[in-house]
T-cell receptor
Framework: GAVVSQHPSWVICKSGTSVKIECRSL??????MFWYRQFPKQSLMLMAT?????????EQGVEKDKFLINHASLTLSTLTVTSAHPEDSSFYIC?????????????FGSGTRLTVV | AQKITQTQPGMFVQEKEAVTLDCTYD???????LFWYKQPSSGEMIFLIY??????QNATEGRYSLNFQKARKSANLVISASQLGDSAMYFC???????????FGKGTRLHILP
């Protein structure tokens, strides 16, 4: 089945630094990927939709300059948290759309737990 | 606007009993898809079941079935013969045809008791 690899699985960084999270579709091409954020004991909140070769579409209230998304190839999307602060600490999870799968076909990465100290 | 509502923040169920997790949705799009995902403490999102808005029959996948009542806009998940390993967070989600993104409900924490 479709596999999405997300890296790193966890990261600790100092306040003010930037962190890059990678999301790769291993056995299918994903023209569209999605980035979610999840606070403890809460739901997944969609941050942005990443489209290969074009600018990401951000949800209302998500800072574009803080959460940089790049989708340079059909198998890789990256999320960079710039100038991270403790309030950015969260669980970030990506999802890739496998268009070869009729009806559904959303595969999630295993998530990245970000802690900003 | 699309919306997913899960009204049960937590449930406790005895092992081997069946359990129903509630989900209602709202959308103006006539074509949509409904999903259920399981999220154990590790954080991974495990796909359980999918129901398309035009599917005539309720979806089933092993011990999971989706009770789809279109007129009521409900898509409840039924887990038969619950197991200890079913203890996790369960999310109902929806995708409208006009865009690809999935939105999630707030989730239900299911605890299976031995």
């Amino acid at each position: 089945g479709a596999v999405v690899s997300q890296h790193p699985s966890w990261v600790i960084c100092k306040s003010g630094t930037s962190v890059k999270i990678e999301c790769r579709s291993l056995d299918f091409q994903a023209t569209t990927m999605f980035w979610y954020r999840q606070f403890p004991k809460q739901s997944l909140m969609l941050m942005a939709t990443s489209n290969e070769g074009s600018k990401a579409t951000y949800e209302q209230g998500v800072e574009k300059d803080k959460f940089l998304i790049n989708h340079a190839s059909l198998t890789l999307s990256t999320l960079t948290v710039t100038s991270a602060h403790p309030e950015d600490s969260s669980f970030y999870i990506c999802s890739a759309r496998d268009r070869g799968h009729v009806g559904y076909g959303y595969t999630f990465g295993s998530g990245t737990r970000l802690t900003v100290v | 606007a699309q919306k997913i509502t899960q009204t049960q923040p937590g449930m406790f169920v005895q092992e081997k009993e069946a359990v129903t997790l509630d989900c209602t949705y709202d959308t103006s799009d006539p074509s949509y898809g409904l999903f259920w995902y399981k999220q154990p403490s590790s954080g991974e999102m495990i796909f359980l079941i999918y129901q398309g808005s035009y599917d005539q029959q309720n979806a089933t996948e092993g011990r999971y079935s989706l009770n789809f009542q279109k007129a009521r806009k409900s898509a409840n998940l039924v887990i038969s013969a619950s197991q200890l390993g079913d203890s996790a967070m369960y999310f109902c989600a929806m995708r409208a045809r006009r865009d690809d993104k999935i939105i999630f409900g707030k989730g239900t924490r299911l605890h299976i008791l031995p």
